[in-house]
């Protein structure tokens, strides 16, 4: 699974709503990686969308971490590449507990951007008559926030939606729900795989991405990245196979009204 990355001279430390923050140098890495068309525009668009990484991502990780506080756990923030972690005790006891904690980092998100389109309706700063930066800056909040929510609820490991997809059914199932959500996690992952493929060769499969908006489709990007997740997904699943491995079966650590 996703691990924290180690220290460095180089981190960058601070605290938001009483959440303690570290952001890994790589992070502006992964970051300017996953922006590098911005740069056909100009630097500048580059720098806006490594800016909205950054503020969405961040938005994403706190909705997680104030989830863990009103659940009484304390924790913290990492911004690594390609990807963001809130690190909080494990103790967090229920199954419905850790539901609402895994889906408060994309609600959070979906928030985010309803704040962002409502402020467009009321003054149109985002609209026709705004400099084209700033209309890149608007689509661009509206995109990561809420076609990467849409992503991370993805039944795959280690997305939110694969935590979700594990707790529901290690509930449903005990003993055998890990490896049921580990199969959800790898057929889900190969389905996107072939899924972005298809949009990354438009030319081949035009007549495919007729009816899909442009926000829903796709990239290379995702292609890799969701093979690699099915991969590891794949390979703790075989582990559960032999009897071995990461939460092979779930303890019983039930809320005394969930029984």
Request: proline share 5%; net charge positive.
């Amino acid at each position: 699974m996703l691990a924290e990355p180690e220290r460095t001279p180089y981190d960058l430390h601070f605290r938001l709503l009483g959440v303690s923050i570290r952001v890994h140098p790589f992070f502006w890495l992964g970051a300017a990686l996953l922006g590098q068309s911005s740069l056909n525009l100009g630097l500048e668009y580059l720098a806006i969308w490594m800016a909205v990484v950054f503020v969405s991502l961040l938005v994403h990780e706190l909705g997680h971490a104030l989830a863990y506080r009103h659940y009484g756990s304390n924790s913290r923030i990492v911004l690594y590449i390609f990807f963001g972690l809130a690190i909080g005790s494990p103790d967090v006891r229920g199954k419905w507990r850790r539901v609402m904690v895994s889906l408060a980092g994309p609600c959070a998100g979906f928030v985010f951007a309803g704040l962002i389109y409502g402020s467009h309706l009321a003054v149109d700063w985002g609209g026709r008559g705004s400099p084209s930066i700033v209309r890149d800056l608007y689509y661009q909040l509206l995109f990561v926030n809420v076609a990467w929510g849409v992503f991370n609820l993805f039944p795959v490991f280690p997305l939110d939606g694969g935590q979700v997809s594990r707790d529901l059914c290690e509930g449903r199932w005990p003993g055998r729900g890990l490896r049921l959500s580990l199969q959800i996690s790898v057929g889900t992952a190969a389905t996107m795989v072939i899924y972005s493929l298809m949009c990354a060769s438009s030319n081949q499969f035009g007549w495919f991405l007729d009816d899909i908006p442009w926000y829903a489709r796709g990239t290379f990007y995702t292609a890799v990245l969701f093979a690699l997740l099915g991969v590891q997904s794949y390979l703790l699943l075989r582990q559960t196979r032999r009897g071995s491995g990461y939460y092979y079966e779930a303890p019983d650590d039930r809320l005394p009204w969930e029984k």
